[in-house]
């Protein structure tokens, strides 16, 4: 029965970037809890042999002529930004230090 | 005369072509219905009647000057799920993350409903960004089940069936990957079809499950839905997955099936998906339509798939996988919200706060979960071994179809549940998408049609039709074939004893 504890809770949440709240810790470890109990019964199965399907559909490679194609204008993929300077994404600070 | 808003598609478009009434006037009678009701069910997300009206009104145009009409629906209204993207309305998959977001581009589905002719009168409620089967988890509220204001319309695509099932419009958009479209059909009492994955396009589809997430139609009758899947249906080069073929000859086999002659067809019904765990009305319910698909001489045998029972914990550790990965995507730098851009915090924080503020409880449930079973240590134990019950769930799909053209089951375990009553309760919530789940994991077609009343407490019940892929048109001529009997026995169908919800939004 796997079990999950609250630190490895904000262990996931800061990997997936969620700036999670204490009470949301306490809520999401026993739901995740009740959850894991029940999906870990994929291991119930005996599948040694069998081969893993990331895809229903077979997956090929899908070429197109070497044409081409109108995308985004610059101002349409601008359009949607939260801010913009000199026609392009303005985004905080990416290093530590200021 | 039966009133615009109760007719079908088809009838409406075969009226709006003889030019016997106007698309704008149809138009405009759906627009006063969801102005009506809509305040009591929240269906719609967003409306644009001016919009909607301009687009009829080309539709009359091109009639007037004798063009033929653009599809077999041009001028025919609908409602969109916001999960596809629209240069010219918002799209907000039911989360704050995308509130207010204008699409730089139309998704495939969107363009080719538009170059139909058909009407786009605006965006339906989800579940926010599709995870959900009630609808609740919409950052905008809930939407109510037309049957009973009280309970939910299934999710996550309640709005579109809600929309359906109370004659707003005649015809919606869903998207399907673990149930999204033939759960909240089944609970509304209307026709909704998951086609083979990759039969319609998953361009400007917001992607929530990639390998899952397949994009269908919602209506009242089977043969509406036939007409619609092919409209949105075919090859799209834009859609890496998408199946370069012909689409399945689905308004054929909805007209042929519609005959009534079912003789020769093998239907299987799954042993895995009946007995205890079922509310007793869906179980009868259930077994009134296999009694009925008999009586239209089709040969019914019961059908094993073992790996069946381990679909749902399948699901639900590759979608939160696929979820948590797709999901990256939101993170407040280029469209959508941002958060604490306070000058000082670096973007990491930034990014962090905004996922927080953005997302809803379910999401980021997923996204943990989905974090949690890639992460390594535990890739093959969950990831790694949902993938191999997959492949044994294609085979089960494989071995039954080897016996029988097509299998059926009730589409969900029970009628629509009263809204709150799972919310917290993640788990009790998945159970809705205990039968409708194999189909998404081996990508074959699958529909979910009316099947009468549940007898313990007047709510609808929906038959699950489940077809291989690319033979989504058996799964059509089975469920015309039903439907046909299914009104004949009732004397008319089945959504038409929907509550009048104008007395009900007094």
Redesign the interface.
């Known amino acids: 029965m796997p079990t ?1 504890s609250r630190d ?2 904000a262990h ?10 204490e009470e ?1 810790l306490d ?2 470890a026993g ?2 809890e ?3 109990t ?8 005996a ?1 040694a042999d ?8 077979g ?1 090929t490679d ?1 070429f ?1 002529a070497d044409v081409p194609r109108p995308g ?1 204008t610059q101002q ?2 601008l ?5 913009t300077e000199d026609g392009r ?1 303005r ?6 230090e ?1 | 005369m039966t009133r615009l808003t109760r007719c079908s598609a088809a009838e409406l478009a075969a009226r709006i072509h003889a030019q016997d009434i106007t698309a704008v006037e149809v138009t405009r009678t759906h627009l006063d219905r969801i102005a009506a009701v809509d305040p009591a069910l929240h269906a719609f997300l967003h409306l644009d009647g001016p919009a909607a009206l301009a687009a009829a009104a080309a539709v009359d145009d091109g009639l007037r000057r004798g063009d033929p009409p653009a599809s077999p629906l041009a001028g025919v209204p609908l409602a969109l799920k916001d999960v596809f993207t629209t240069v010219d309305m918002p799209t907000t998959c039911g989360s704050r993350m995308l509130q207010g ?5 139309d998704a495939t589905v969107t363009r080719k409903l538009r170059a139909a002719g058909v009407v786009i009168v605006g965006k339906t409620n989800m579940d926010e960004f599709a995870m959900g089967s009630s609808t609740e988890n919409s950052a905008y509220g809930p939407t109510r089940n037309p049957w009973d204001l009280d309970r939910v319309p299934g999710g996550s695509g309640g709005g579109s069936a809600a929309a359906v099932a109370a004659f707003e419009v005649p015809l919606a958009i869903g998207t399907d990957t673990g149930g999204s479209i033939r759960q909240p059909s089944a609970v509304t009492g209307t026709v909704g079809v998951k086609p083979t ?2 039969g319609v396009s998953r361009y400007g589809l917001v992607a929530f499950s990639s ?1 899952l997430d397949q994009g269908g139609p919602v209506a009242r009758t089977v043969l509406d839905a036939a007409l619609l899947h092919e409209v949105i249906g075919g090859y799209d ?1 834009l859609d ?2 998408s ?1 370069d073929a012909p689409v399945p000859p689905v308004v054929q086999a909805a007209r042929a099936g519609a005959t009534g002659d079912l003789t020769g067809i093998r239907v299987g019904v799954v042993s895995q998906f009946r007995g205890d765990g079922y509310q007793p009305g869906v179980r009868r319910a259930f077994e009134v339509a296999v009694s009925r698909l008999r009586e239209l001489g089709a040969d019914i045998v019961e059908v094993s798939c073992p ?1 069946f029972d ?1 679909a749902l ?2 699901y ?2 590759i979608a939160p996988s696929e979820c ?1 990965s797709n999901l ?1 995507r939101f ?8 958060v604490g ?1 306070d ?11 905004t ?2 503020a953005g ?1 809803g ?1 379910e999401v ?2 997923r ?3 989905g ?2 079973a890639l ?1 390594a240590g535990y890739y093959d ?2 990831y ?9 769930i ?1 085979r089960d799909f494989a071995a039954a179809f080897d016996q029988v053209d097509v299998l059926v089951s009730p589409t969900t375990p029970t009628t629509a549940f009263r809204i709150g009553e799972r919310v917290d309760d ?2 009790a919530m ?1 159970l809705s998408d205990l039968c409708t789940i194999p189909a998404n ?4 077609a699958a529909l979910s049609v009316p099947a009468g009343l549940s007898d313990d407490d007047g709510l609808p019940v929906g038959l699950q039709v489940m077809a291989p ?1 690319l033979a989504d048109d058996r799964a059509y001529r089975v469920a015309a074939a039903y439907e046909a009997a299914r009104d004949d026995a009732d004397g008319g169908p089945l959504v038409q004893r929907v509550p009048d919800l104008e007395v009900a939004a007094r």
């Open positions: 999950i490895e809770v996931l949440a800061r990997l997936a970037r969620l700036a999670v709240t949301e809520l999401f739901q995740l009740v959850i894991l029940s999906v870990a019964r994929v291991g119930e199965v599948a069998i081969p893993p399907t990331s895809h229903a559909v997956l899908v197109r985004l349409q993929a359009s949607g930004a939260y801010a994404f985004v905080p600070r990416i290093l530590d200021s | 977001w204008w699409p730089p581009y994955y990759g390998s080069p890496s997955t199946i790996s381990h914990p399948a639900y550790l948590s990256a993170d407040g730098m280029r469209y959508g919200l941002r851009d000058g000082g915090r670096s973007a990491e924080e930034v990014m962090s706060l996922r927080e997302f409880p980021k449930r996204i943990m979960l974090t949690y992460s134990a969950y790694g071994q949902a993938q191999k019950v997959r492949t044994l294609i993640p788990m998945y994991l081996a990508g074959n892929a």
